[in-house]
């Protein structure tokens, strides 16, 4: 395996250094043979702004550990969109949350595009804090190189607060299982 490069982005609020620690996690204690290593944007951002949360992994040591040239590319609003579309490179392959991104030419490098209503499906759980979950299961059931579902659910149950699990493992599940039309 190659060095792979995956970049969640949203804006504040919306759970993204959630989605960047569990697979991270995921893939450093469950997957053999595979490390990996997450950073995420603090700062100004964090609180409303364009948020990223990067994750590398590779099978070799990790030298560098900021994504610069995104394989994937996870977003779940316009303004990320538009701060990071420029570091897909070509080839990639582009997750967007279909009601909050609307895509303009700079995603025709990317090799495939798979687009959810994560935050409807949230919704019908009661409420948008799912959101970043069901993108998640999505992205899981159509990037299987990232990490397995089973390292992914088994450290959800170990992060996400005892309240929340039964609802993100719903959401999760409602993204995995969700079928892009066209």
């Known amino acids: ?13 919306q759970g993204i250094g959630l989605m960047g620690r569990l697979v991270g996690e995921a893939v450093a204690l469950y997957e053999k043979g595979k490390n990996s290593v997450m950073t995420q944007s603090y700062g100004p951002e964090s609180r409303g702004g364009a948020s990223s949360a990067d994750v590398v992994i590779d099978t070799e040591e990790i030298d560098f550990p900021k994504a610069t040239e995104l394989d994937y590319f996870v977003v779940l609003s316009e303004e990320a969109y538009n701060k990071y579309i420029p ?3 070509k080839g990639g392959i ?11 030419d700079n995603a025709n490098k990317a090799k495939q595009i798979f687009k959810i209503p994560a935050t409807k499906i949230a919704e019908t759980l009661g ?3 799912f ?6 299961g999505y992205v899981c059931a159509n990037a299987k190189d990232i990490v397995s579902e089973e390292a992914l659910v088994t450290v959800m149950k170990q992060k996400i607060k005892a309240r929340y699990i039964e609802k993100n493992l719903i959401a999760f599940k409602k993204g995995k299982e969700y079928k892009q039309e066209g």
């Open 1 to 13: 395996m190659a060095r792979v490069e995956v970049r969640f982005a949203g804006f504040g609020g």
């Open 87 to 89: 570091k897909l490179k």
């Open 94 to 104: 582009l997750f967007v949350e279909e009601n909050l991104v609307h895509l303009d």
């Open 127 to 129: 409420s948008k804090i």
């Open 131 to 136: 959101a970043n979950i069901a993108m998640l």
